[in-house]
C-alpha cells in the first residue's frame, strides 16, 4: 500500500468520490467511525484507521463519497518525499515547485500544545499543521463543488 498525499486527487491509488466499501478494501475495517452532524453542512461520517495513523471523512449520506482525508504517520510522501521529514520551508518550496502558491497560516490557540500553526494551500485544498514547529499532521481534500459535479 502506498501512503503517498496526492493533492485533489486522494490517496495512493484511492481517489477523492471513492465509496466507504472502497477505501476499506484499501485500508482494511476501521478502528473507529464518528459521525458529526451540522445543520447548515448535512452530515459528515470519519473512519479511523488507528494502525495506519489515518481518518478518511465521507459526505452526502445517500452515496457516500471520499472527500478528506487526515494522517500523522511517518511513512507518508509528498512529492516523492517523506512529508514528516520536511521542515516548514521545505515544504512550502515543494508545494510551490508543483503549481501551488495560495499559502495561508495561522498560529493556533491550543491548551495541548504552546506552540500550533497550520500552513494551508488553499489552491491544493491541503493543510499542514506543525507543533513547535515539527509536521504533526495533514489534511487535505477535494472543493466540494468540484466533487459535487463529478458525480453529476
Avoid: C
Avoid at 457516500?64 to 512529508?83: H, Q
Avoid at 514547529?133 to 458525480?151: I, K, M, Q, T, Y
Wanted: proline share 3%.
Amino acid at each position: 500500500m502506498k501512503l503517498e498525499i496526492k493533492p485533489l486527487e486522494g490517496f495512493g491509488a484511492l481517489e477523492f468520490g471513492a465509496s466507504p466499501e472502497e477505501v476499506f478494501g484499501y485500508l482494511g475495517q476501521p478502528d473507529e467511525d464518528e459521525v458529526f452532524e451540522d445543520d447548515d453542512e448535512g452530515s459528515t461520517t470519519v473512519y479511523h484507521f488507528w494502525d495506519l495513523q489515518v481518518s478518511a471523512f465521507f459526505e452526502n449520506e445517500e452515496e457516500p463519497g471520499l472527500i478528506n482525508i487526515e494522517t500523522d504517520n511517518p511513512e507518508a510522501t509528498l512529492y516523492g518525499k517523506k512529508v514528516f521529514s520536511l521542515k516548514e520551508d521545505e515544504l512550502i518550496k515543494l508545494m510551490e515547485a508543483n503549481g501551488f502558491n495560495e499559502i495561508d497560516t495561522e498560529v493556533m490557540e491550543s491548551e495541548d500544545a504552546e506552540n500550533e500553526k497550520r500552513v494551508s494551500f488553499d489552491d491544493a485544498m491541503i493543510d499542514f499543521f506543525f507543533e513547535d514547529n515539527v509536521l504533526s499532521a495533514v489534511s487535505w481534500g477535494v472543493f466540494l463543488e468540484d466533487f459535487d459535479e463529478d458525480e453529476e
